[in-house]
């Protein structure tokens, strides 16, 4: 059975981890010094190493796959899986010297559940790590992450994603060329999984087809139109319209356009002034206003460009 890339190629050890030198340069002194948290808290967007940290720290800390457990919160939201996990948490490791919950998509959780939560998280019993990974922490309680120590990590830049992609092509025999990757890049939006997700599906095509193959999901596709229209100084309603269609994360969003921004910027030309303008416009994320930050964000952005 043909093994994704994805999971093929995940880092096995903190060292391994590309473009995260700061989270992965705490952890590493965490690790060495034996004084990994018993709460901790991974915060950053899709495909940037959450869960594989977790797994990583799984096998520093002596803990068992069986002792592993993994609780999507996409799935199990409320009261009672925190219900479970407190009946569970005093028991001993079955095979290890400790037991690990991974709280993944922490951030859906209900506020009863997190406020259940806070004992576990507060007196955590020795034998026991709780991880929670989450692409919006701003969603969890002040209570909840102030009882855990977070690591933040980052969009991996255009380098980092080249520089994993060169790897993983390298080793699979796959031919790039540098249209082919830079779409890719741009594509992956800073998600190393996704661009080995994309690597997989168009490795063995002739370079149009791999380009044809790449294909934008509909949030970048938004993200473009909402920047042009900004820089072609389009009516308000334009923009207006293609808002109201957006239902991916507003941050995610800014992102996106923000790399459109940078891309014209550094191409220069008449559209460089409005670039640079949007760049500041969508400086501060949206995590606090969602999509009222970013329809506010826009409307600057249209009217400053008249």
Same mark, same amino acid.
């Not at 407190?86 to 037991?99: D, E, H, K, Y």
């Not at 002040?142 to 009882?147: A, D, E, F, H, N």
């Not at 994603?161 to 939006?189: F, G, P, W, Y």
């Given at each position: ?29 965490? +690790?060495? /010094? ?6 901790? !808290? ?18 520093? !800390?002596?803990?068992?796959? +069986? ?12 009261? @009672?899986?925190?219900? @479970? ?37 507060? @007196? ?64 992956? &939006? ?12 168009? #490795?063995?095509?002739? /370079? ?19 920047? !042009? ?18 239902? &991916? ?12 921004? #940078? ?13 640079? !303008? ?29």
């Amino acid at each position: 059975m043909t093994t994704e890339l994805y999971k093929k190629y995940r880092p096995r050890k903190l060292s391994q981890i590309m473009g995260q030198p700061q989270a992965v340069a705490a952890l590493e002194v965490m +690790v060495q /010094e034996n004084r990994v948290p018993h709460t901790l !808290l991974l915060s950053g967007p899709s495909g940037t190493g959450k869960t594989t940290i977790a797994r990583i720290l799984r096998k520093y !800390l002596g803990c068992s796959k +069986v002792d592993f457990t993994e609780v999507n919160c996409s799935d199990l939201t409320g009261i @009672d899986t925190v219900r @479970d996990i407190r009946r569970r948490v005093g028991q001993a490791p079955l095979n290890g010297t400790s037991r690990i919950w991974l709280i993944d998509e922490a951030h859906k959780i209900t506020d009863a559940a997190q406020n259940a939560m806070l004992k576990l998280l507060e @007196d955590t019993p020795d034998h026991v790590w709780f991880i929670l990974a989450t692409t919006n922490p701003d969603k969890l309680l002040r209570t909840v992450r102030s009882r855990c120590t977070e690591i933040s990590l980052n969009s991996l830049n255009s380098a980092a994603l080249e520089a994993i992609i060169h790897r993983v092509a390298t080793k699979e025999n796959v031919t790039l060329s540098k249209a082919v990757m830079e779409k890719l890049i741009q594509t992956a &939006d800073g998600n190393g999984r996704k661009a080995l997700v994309i690597l997989d599906q168009i #490795r063995g095509l002739p /370079e149009q087809d791999q380009l044809d193959a790449i294909v934008p999901d509909k949030a970048q596709t938004q993200a473009i139109e909402i920047f !042009l229209a900004i820089i072609r100084r389009e009516k308000w309603s334009k923009v207006a319209a293609i808002l109201r269609e957006v239902e &991916d994360e507003p941050e995610r969003i800014r992102r996106l356009i923000l790399a459109c921004a #940078r891309t014209s910027l550094l191409k220069g030309g008449r559209n460089a002034n409005q670039a640079f !303008l949007v760049i500041e416009i969508f400086g501060d994320n949206f995590f606090y206003s969602g999509a009222a930050g970013l329809a506010a964000a826009c409307y600057d952005a249209v009217r400053s460009t008249k």
